[in-house]
């Protein structure tokens, strides 16, 4: 019998319409457009603006782009997983919603939380429920409202991060196309470093953590960039290694869209032509558990049937990992 791998069968995106760009954000707190492009190759970001629309909207939207594209009965899909750091409510899960709300009246669903890393997680755990033959379809979106956590009076994080949400379809494939390989770890000496404080157990809502802004997004910059560079670029490293393959093997790099410096850095310790770096932080920003799916969506049509991507990604707790890919269509 055949050895059944989980592949990616389609792909969605969705992105707000209302851009925060540069020029606007010089309005708002003390910086200039050369000092963000120059340290983070942002340009602008997208922006849910409507307060009465969560993350769960971006979800769905991206959902229903894949669903159109792929004509997909929702019937079909048997999971949802949503990767988000800005869940709808606690408790409540958002995947669980989504699912719904695209019609997968047949599918089971839950939310998965690693930072910026929830997407890569979530492949690791598509493929899990896909090898084991119980599941054919399962879907997985990577969604984050993080202009919903954002103090728009720090500059060390307003600039950075901006809304939006991919999708991608995981099915059965015996042709050894799929996810080959996988290298994933954390470590909690993160925690301190990249965090939203309060809202959770720890330090429930009050009146005292809503005055002292414990409800937005604090990081350390310098800590969480050293971290990113040599933990991203490593994990990429062994998973080369392990596969046999050298940097000619490789078609594509789609690494988490948090900073230019950190993809460069971990292209260049694979030995990887710029060209064959996928980049799309310009646009977007930091869209947390979107940006590697919304790589996908906006580079499908240049991905070919049987190309060697390596997915590689960085997050707060600390997570982080790498994945080696056979892309499985032509689009």
């Given at each position: 019998m055949a050895k059944i791998n989980a592949a990616i069968t389609a792909v969605g995106k969705y992105v707000p319409d209302y851009i925060l760009t540069n020029k606007?954000?010089?309005?708002?707190?003390?910086?200039?457009?050369?000092?963000i492009t120059s340290r983070t190759g942002i340009k602008e970001r997208r922006i849910l603006k409507d307060k009465d629309k969560p993350t769960?909207?971006?979800a769905i939207k991206a959902a229903e782009d894949l669903i159109q594209k792929k004509g997909l009965d929702p019937k079909e899909i048997d999971l949802v997983l949503v990767g988000t750091a800005?869940?709808?409510m606690n408790v409540a899960s958002t995947a669980v919603y989504v699912a719904t709300q695209i019609g997968a009246v047949n599918a089971f669903g839950y939310d998965l939380q690693a930072a910026c890393s929830s997407f890569l997680y979530a492949m690791s755990t598509a493929a899990a429920y896909i090898e084991s033959g119980r599941y054919?379809?399962?879907?997985?979106?990577?969604?984050?409202?993080?202009?919903?956590i954002i103090d728009y009076e720090d500059r060390t994080t307003c600039i950075i991060f901006g809304d939006g949400a991919g999708a991608a379809l995981f099915e059965p494939n015996t042709e050894g196309l799929g996810l080959q390989d996988e290298y994933l770890r954390s470590d909690g000496i993160g925690r301190e470093?990249?965090?939203?404080?309060?809202?959770?157990?720890?330090?429930?809502?009050?009146?005292?953590?809503?005055?002292?802004?414990?409800?937005?997004?604090?990081?350390?910059g310098r800590t969480v960039f050293k971290y990113a560079v040599s933990n991203m670029a490593d994990a990429a490293v062994k998973v080369l290694e392990r596969n046999n393959l050298t940097n000619d093997d490789v078609d594509w790099l789609a690494a988490h869209q948090a900073n230019t410096r950190i993809i460069e850095a971990t292209a260049k310790r694979i030995e990887l032509d710029k060209d064959k770096v996928m980049m799309n932080i310009q646009n977007y920003g930091n869209t947390t558990s979107g940006t590697l799916p919304l790589l996908l969506a906006d580079y499908e049509k240049q991905l070919k049937k049987g190309?060697?991507?390596?997915?590689?990604?960085?997050?707060?707790?600390?997570?982080?990992?790498?994945?080696?890919?056979?892309w499985a269509y032509n689009s």
């Amino acid at each position: 019998m055949a050895k059944i791998n989980a592949a990616i069968t389609a792909v969605g995106k969705y992105v707000p319409d209302y851009i925060l760009t540069n020029k606007e954000l010089e309005k708002i707190v003390e910086t200039n457009d050369e000092w963000i492009t120059s340290r983070t190759g942002i340009k602008e970001r997208r922006i849910l603006k409507d307060k009465d629309k969560p993350t769960s909207y971006l979800a769905i939207k991206a959902a229903e782009d894949l669903i159109q594209k792929k004509g997909l009965d929702p019937k079909e899909i048997d999971l949802v997983l949503v990767g988000t750091a800005t869940p709808d409510m606690n408790v409540a899960s958002t995947a669980v919603y989504v699912a719904t709300q695209i019609g997968a009246v047949n599918a089971f669903g839950y939310d998965l939380q690693a930072a910026c890393s929830s997407f890569l997680y979530a492949m690791s755990t598509a493929a899990a429920y896909i090898e084991s033959g119980r599941y054919k379809k399962v879907l997985i979106i990577g969604a984050d409202k993080m202009s919903s956590i954002i103090d728009y009076e720090d500059r060390t994080t307003c600039i950075i991060f901006g809304d939006g949400a991919g999708a991608a379809l995981f099915e059965p494939n015996t042709e050894g196309l799929g996810l080959q390989d996988e290298y994933l770890r954390s470590d909690g000496i993160g925690r301190e470093f990249l965090k939203m404080e309060a809202g959770g157990s720890l330090n429930p809502a009050s009146h005292e953590t809503v005055d002292n802004k414990q409800h937005y997004i604090r990081q350390e910059g310098r800590t969480v960039f050293k971290y990113a560079v040599s933990n991203m670029a490593d994990a990429a490293v062994k998973v080369l290694e392990r596969n046999n393959l050298t940097n000619d093997d490789v078609d594509w790099l789609a690494a988490h869209q948090a900073n230019t410096r950190i993809i460069e850095a971990t292209a260049k310790r694979i030995e990887l032509d710029k060209d064959k770096v996928m980049m799309n932080i310009q646009n977007y920003g930091n869209t947390t558990s979107g940006t590697l799916p919304l790589l996908l969506a906006d580079y499908e049509k240049q991905l070919k049937k049987g190309d060697n991507v390596i997915f590689a990604a960085f997050g707060g707790g600390f997570t982080w990992g790498a994945t080696y890919l056979k892309w499985a269509y032509n689009s």
